[in-house]
């Protein structure tokens, strides 16, 4: 609400809003509707989406506007749908849009397709969600001719551009004013439709304009409501209403209804006394009407000055809802309902107040008396269980399928009984006890000899909520033979709300017990909220394993392609390919390896490279299809960091062994020296994969006899190492 008028729309780009009136209103008499709409201040050309003034199905229980943008929140929008349940939708359309074709809307103005028409009063019919909303009707509202208007009528939808104010004076230009009538019509289905517009395009001269006169020949639902929405797209505008007028088209065929006056009427002191006046007591002369609301006077003349002022007509006010006497407080509730409250100390007094019924077409009966006397009130009673020794305080827990007898118990002798639940009386329950079997919120009035109801404590019965037993999957427990607990795998324990039984084995198991199930197997798992008996109807399936016969793990190793695995049968050197072979547990599903210098593996046998000398603690963890695992524990020692191997003699002039090569490993850099009998050097060489030496001295092969070698190198652990020896030329 802005100053005094309702605002749909911001002057922005984008904006939708939509209002409806939550109060039915039936169909049978027709409908008037009158208001003020201001569609000011936006972009020079005025082309803001618009307005749409809608109806729909009162019954509609989940209600959503219809698409916006050109659709102006009443017809579906391509994969949006229509307002829900709708009948009519009147849109003023600025941008052109709501009579066309496009975005996926049904029909438009004759041979548009989806052009736009800006500047028109369009009609839509009935719809709900992507079907329906068919165009009716639709007129020019700024053009000429056979679907607009005559030149000195034709008007603009919005009443001005950028900078203009809200018109709200009739005599100045841009003042607009709407008048909707839907007269039902006659020995027909639907109505005879009127849309006429106030408009003012010249000062002082506002002007009424004929926009549709015809028929809309749909069958409306029983009851209807009202509302209004608006959009402006890509363009602004602010769109708001004022002035909301509502009512009945056929007035004249609606009778007033007629009250009865209630004589000694029983109340009771100190305490609320519920009433119902029935459309059955009264007389109700309209069509599908009914009681709308009561409203209470002192006097007979203060419904008489009520009535006359016409502001007060049709209308159930507030101030006419509570009516507060010397003795009490009467106060009006839904249709017919009313309740007294007569004031402590006002025992035999009685109290004349004066009604009338306004219905539901606003029309209101002339006012007719009620007599109440007032009677002293009976103490309270009490609800008790049978079976059940404990006072019952506030709630009782019942198990579907079962049922308690509840029983009336107070101080005095009473003539009848009334038991209600969750506030309505329970139609033929009159005796001090009841079987129930359904939860809700009970009470009992038990009535005395002067009719005065003692009512007693409400009891809530309540069934038991169950919880949703969901488990992460197989309870399993690794340890040989030890128990599981069950509740280790439930994803929602709630000890303290809930008790819990396990059932299955031969077992059945409790809260604490099933912290310990000691057998495996297919379990089922019931739970029920505690202070109740009955545990849920659907049980959840836990499947339990414990491990009866331990994994066993051992596992080999030798360097690759040999039979090394220790110093006695060669030394493992610190580049040595070592094979690992696992010789686990059949029942083995994975495989992790820790090899001790920070490299691991999951290959089942793996091929590792330790790089480095030093003595390597290898575990080989297996674990089973059920996740549980055993380990194994070996002592891998590398000892070797380089090796040196020279052969004892060659043969230059042979095929094969034609120089003297050693083989070098572990090493990083060598010098080869190669010596006769008396110290001097024959050859020498740096090279670690060179070709050795050919057994010639400058070209010249030397003869047949021993000779010297001395090897100086550095191991790729950076030591110094010196190694000789003598080696036969053979020729």
Not at 376 to 405: T, Y
Not at 661 to 684: C, H, Q
């Amino acid at each position: 609400m802005v100053d005094g008028v309702l605002r749909l729309t911001n002057n922005q780009t984008e904006q939708r809003g939509y209002v409806y009136i939550d109060v039915p209103f039936p169909s049978v008499y027709g409908i008037k509707v009158e208001f003020e709409y201001f569609s000011y201040g936006g972009d020079i050309e005025n082309r803001a989406d618009g307005l749409a003034v809608f109806l729909f199905d009162a019954a509609t229980q989940n209600f959503a506007p219809g698409g916006f943008g050109g659709s102006l929140g009443y017809a579906q929008r391509n994969n949006e749908p229509g307002l829900t349940n709708a009948y009519m939708g009147i849109g003023f359309d600025e941008f052109g849009n709501f009579g066309n074709t496009a975005e996926g809307k049904n029909g438009g103005f004759p041979g548009v397709g989806e052009a736009l028409v800006p500047n028109t009063v369009v009609v839509r019919g009935p719809g709900n969600g992507l079907s329906g909303y068919p165009f009716i009707i639709g007129r020019r509202t700024l053009d000429a001719g056979n679907l607009g208007l005559s030149p000195e009528r034709t008007f603009e939808i919005s009443s001005g551009g950028t900078g203009t104010q809200r018109v709200t004076d009739p005599n100045e230009v841009g003042y607009r004013k709407v008048f909707i009538d839907l007269q039902p019509v006659e020995q027909g289905v639907g109505y005879q439709f009127k849309v006429d517009m106030m408009v003012t395009t010249e000062p002082n001269n506002p002007r009424m304009v004929s926009i549709f006169d015809r028929d809309y020949a749909f069958q409306p639902p029983k009851e209807l409501k009202i509302g209004f929405s608006a959009s402006t797209g890509g363009f602004t505008n602010f769109h708001e209403i004022r002035n909301l007028v509502v009512e009945v088209s056929a007035d004249d065929d609606l009778v007033d209804p007629q009250g009865v006056d209630f004589e000694d009427v029983a109340s009771c002191e100190g305490q609320e006394n519920q009433y119902f006046i029935t459309d059955e007591e009264v007389v109700l002369p309209n069509q599908d009407s009914q009681i709308r609301c009561l409203q209470f006077f002192e006097k007979l003349e203060d419904i008489q000055e009520n009535s006359s002022d016409v502001c007060n007509q049709g209308k159930c006010l507030e101030e006419n809802q509570v009516l507060v006497l010397p003795q009490g407080t009467i106060r009006a509730g839904e249709e017919g309902a009313y309740t007294f409250f007569p004031n402590p100390g006002t025992r035999d007094q009685q109290v004349e107040v004066f009604y009338t019924i306004t219905d539901n077409y606003g029309k209101a009966s002339s006012g007719n008396k009620i007599t109440l006397n007032i009677q002293e009130s009976p103490a309270p009673v009490r609800i008790l269980a049978e079976g059940v020794e404990s006072p019952i305080e506030e709630s009782f827990n019942l198990c579907p399928g079962e049922s308690v007898v509840f029983v009336s118990e107070g101080d005095e002798a009473y003539q009848r009984y009334e038991w209600y639940k969750d506030g309505a009386l329970l139609e033929g329950e009159t005796a001090a006890n009841l079987e129930v079997f359904e939860p809700g919120l009970y009470e009992i009035w038990a009535y005395n000899r002067k009719n005065c109801p003692a009512k007693s404590n409400q009891i809530q019965v309540l069934f038991p909520e169950y919880p949703s037993l969901q488990m992460s999957g197989t309870v399993i427990g690794c340890e040989i033979n030890e128990s599981v607990n069950v509740f280790d795998f439930l994803l929602n324990y709630e000890p303290d709300e809930y008790d819990y039984r396990l059932t299955g084995n031969g077992l059945e198991l409790f809260n604490e017990e099933i912290e310990q199930v000691p057998l495996g197997g297919i379990y089922e798992l019931t739970a029920k909220p505690k202070g109740f008996e009955c545990y849920n109807s659907q049980s959840t399936e836990v499947e339990v394993f414990i491990q009866l016969i331990p994994l066993t793990v051992d596992f080999d190793f030798v360097v690759e392609g040999t039979d090394i695995r220790d110093d006695e049968s060669g030394g493992i050197f610190a580049d040595d390919p070592i094979a690992f072979t696992e010789l686990a547990d059949e029942r083995a599903m994975e495989w992790s390896w820790d090899f001790g210098d920070g490299s691991t593996s999951t290959e089942q046998n793996p091929i590792h490279v330790f790089g480095k000398k030093g003595e390597f603690q290898v575990v080989l963890t297996i674990t089973d299809q059920y996740g549980c695992q055993e380990s194994f524990q070996k002592t891998v020692l590398i000892t070797k960091s380089y090796r040196i191997m020279s052969p004892t003699g060659f043969t230059p002039n042979a095929d094969e062994n034609k120089t003297f090569t050693p083989k070098y490993k572990g090493l990083v850099a060598v010098d080869l020296m190669i010596f006769n009998s008396w110290g001097e050097l024959l050859f020498r060489s740096d090279e670690l994969q060179g070709p050795g030496w050919d057994g010639t001295l400058e070209g010249k092969l030397l003869d047949a006899g021993l000779y010297i070698f001395r090897i100086n190198a550095e191991t790729v652990e950076g030591e110094s190492i010196t190694e000789t020896g003598k080696f036969r030329l053979i020729r």
